[in-house]
């Protein structure tokens, strides 16, 4: 069974740094991209990132173009997400997705078949 377990959230000032990381287990590693997303208060979850499988390709909503960086460390069967430049309007709590199969450019909750917990990320102006 795959499971996914994100860490990394907290509560930061505008401007600052965070790394987000989701272990993956119960599978192989090499056979999942993944995604990032997130959820506001009071709004849908929504896309932040993708990357394939082999972490050729990868893609990102506008809002964090430059500042959010997605990565994947197969020695590790982890991903991770670089957020710099953080602004209030990050805040959310962010969720990793596991898409069993090819590709990066897949920015729908329906496209992932797997779920984390959630890490809350507070961003404060």
């Known amino acids: 069974q795959v499971q996914l377990v994100e860490s990394g959230g907290g509560f930061i000032q505008a401007g600052e740094s965070l790394t987000l990381r989701c272990v993956f287990s119960?599978?192989?590693?090499?056979?999942?991209?993944m995604g990032w997303f997130r959820q506001a208060p009071g709004k849908k979850r929504e896309f932040v990132a993708s990357?394939?499988?082999?972490?050729?390709?990868?893609l990102y909503t506008d809002s964090v173009k430059g500042r959010f960086t997605i990565s994947r460390d197969s020695a590790k069967n982890i991903w991770v997400l670089q957020m710099n430049s953080l602004k209030p309007e990050d805040t959310a709590v962010y969720y990793c997705?596991?898409?069993?199969?090819?590709?990066?450019?897949?920015?729908?909750?329906?496209?992932?078949?797997?779920w984390g917990q959630g890490t809350r990320v507070t961003v404060s102006s």
């Open positions: 119960g599978g192989a590693f090499s056979d999942y991209g």
């Open positions: 997705a596991a898409r069993d199969g090819g590709g990066y450019y897949w920015t729908e909750m329906r496209n992932y078949d797997y």
């Open positions: 990357i394939s499988r082999s972490g050729a390709g990868t």
